[in-house]
């Protein structure tokens, strides 16, 4: 079975400071996505970049990067230039690509922006 | 656009009552799915369904019934609600061809 392990359950950075929140995941299967959903207090789950396992090149998405290790089965997130609004949980996701499209998410870490 | 709706948006049971949580997107999305989440825990998946018509077990689907009867809304029963049923829950659906969820914007159930 697949699992998404967050393991900074908590994170603080200072305004428009750089900041990486850390992923990892276990799998047997070669083809998948990775995810990173944002959850601000309102409680809305907001998509903030998506990676293709069998894509080589990390993908980018304005202030907010990934760093993806298939080997290593590490998926990073980094976001620069942070700003007050980027204070959320912050929950890295792996979907599977088998038929059911099926999310496991990680526990999630609570990112605090300091100004 | 609605997008995906939940219905309600709270709730408090008491222990034993029943009810019936409705996920309606409006997007003609495929898949469907129920998520439940606690504190620590992140999102857990209680059940989904890949078509109108079917459904199946995720990771934590006891005390739970699902239904799918139309293609655009997907039902999430409590036959005999206890306190550990105490959970924010989330519906998301993705449409076919694609690997992105959309998300309602949950369901606080408190159980008492």
Request: glycine share 8%; hydrophobic share 35%.
């Amino acid at each position: 079975a697949q699992t998404v392990t967050q393991s900074q359950p908590e994170m603080s950075v200072q305004e428009a400071e750089t900041v990486t929140l850390s992923c990892t995941y276990d799998t047997s299967e070669s083809d998948y996505y990775l995810f990173w959903y944002k959850q601000p207090p309102s409680r809305q789950m907001i998509l903030v970049i998506r990676q293709e396992a069998y894509k080589q090149q990390n993908a980018t998405e304005n202030r907010f990067s990934v760093n993806f290790q298939k080997a290593a089965k590490s998926f990073s997130l980094k976001i620069s230039d942070s700003q007050l609004g980027d204070a959320a949980m912050y929950f890295c996701a792996y979907g599977d690509q088998l038929g059911t499209y099926k999310y496991i998410f990680g526990t999630g870490t609570r990112l605090k922006v300091l100004a | 656009n609605a997008g995906v709706t939940q219905t309600p948006k709270f709730r408090v049971l008491k222990t034993g009552q029943s009810m019936t949580l409705l996920c309606a997107q409006d997007m003609n999305h495929e898949y469907m799915y129920w998520y439940r989440q606690d504190p620590g825990m992140g999102l857990r998946l209680i059940h989904y369904s890949v078509g109108e018509g079917t459904t199946a077990k995720g990771e934590v689907p006891d005390g739970y019934n699902v239904s799918r009867l139309k293609k655009q809304n997907f039902l999430l029963g409590l036959e005999s609600a206890a306190p550990s049923q105490t959970s924010v829950y989330f519906c998301a659906s993705i449409p076919r061809g694609n690997t992105e969820a959309f998300f309602g914007q949950g369901t606080r159930l408190t159980v008492v």
